[in-house]
């Protein structure tokens, strides 16, 4: 089989259309140098390709959202590529010499790409706060009991919430390099600064750079009704 089978590029898009149409986001400061990052409210452009098969017009939406964000961030990071394909496991797949993430709610896209010479990986997540339905629903699959008192006088709403992004984020930047699936119970985040910085410990053994006991710190922010974390590990 062809690599180019394995990852098939996604229809070509117009790079002047970035530039015209969207109405890029403000993001908070939760990226570090060389990281090129972009985001939007507008889940539908008439622009946008045909959607993929298989996928409903929400998920097709959001789909189609994070690629022209990525796209967007590929131009910014210097890239002459800006499609990014998509894996035998269904993760995108970024042109040579970049590594990336995407990321969607049912409100908002976003992409983060940096230079491979610069970065081992990117993790990106944004998540709405957690109604009384999610945290019905997830907060006691995704947190601990240790994750549930840290800090204590934190909102439970936005705690949840932050624990769970911080998850999606370690598992966005560490899977494309271990190319294991793990869950959030294989993780705990056992540190929250005031100072937007946050630290998750690996409880399980992910090869050799990724032991159990490993520690990965992030940054997050919490602005307009989203948490919002990245990972980035450097080189």
Not at 1 to 13: G, T
Not at 98 to 118: C, D, E, N, P, W
Not at 164 to 177: D, H
Not at 189 to 197: A, D, H, I, K, M
Request: with cysteine.
């Amino acid at each position: 089989m062809h690599s180019s089978d394995r990852h098939p590029k996604e229809p070509s898009i117009d790079p002047l259309a970035l530039s015209v149409e969207e109405d890029w986001l403000v993001l908070p400061p939760i990226f570090g140098p060389g990281v090129h990052a972009r985001a939007t409210a507008n889940l539908f452009l008439p622009s946008d390709p045909p959607p993929r098969a298989g996928l409903s017009p929400k998920r097709a939406r959001e789909f189609a959202a994070g690629r022209r964000c990525a796209a967007r961030a590929l131009m910014d990071a210097g890239s002459r590529e800006v499609a990014v394909g998509v894996g035998a496991e269904k993760e995108p797949s970024w042109p040579a010499g970049f590594v990336g993430s995407i990321t969607h709610s049912h409100a908002r896209a976003g992409a983060a790409v940096g230079s491979a010479s610069l970065l081992l990986g990117i993790g990106l997540d944004f998540e709405p706060l957690f109604d009384s339905d999610a945290m019905r629903d997830a907060a006691g699959v995704v947190m601990s009991e240790a994750e549930r008192v840290l800090p204590a006088d934190w909102p439970a709403q936005e705690l949840a919430t932050l624990v769970f992004s911080a998850k999606e984020s370690l598992y966005k930047c560490l899977n494309p390099l271990v190319r294991t699936f793990f869950e959030f119970a294989d993780v705990e985040v056992v540190e929250l600064s005031s100072r937007g910085f946050f630290r998750v410990r690996l409880l399980r053994d992910l090869g050799a750079l990724f032991g159990r006991g490993s520690l990965v710190e992030g940054r997050f922010a919490i602005a307009e009704g989203h948490v919002h974390t990245a990972i980035e590990l450097r080189r």
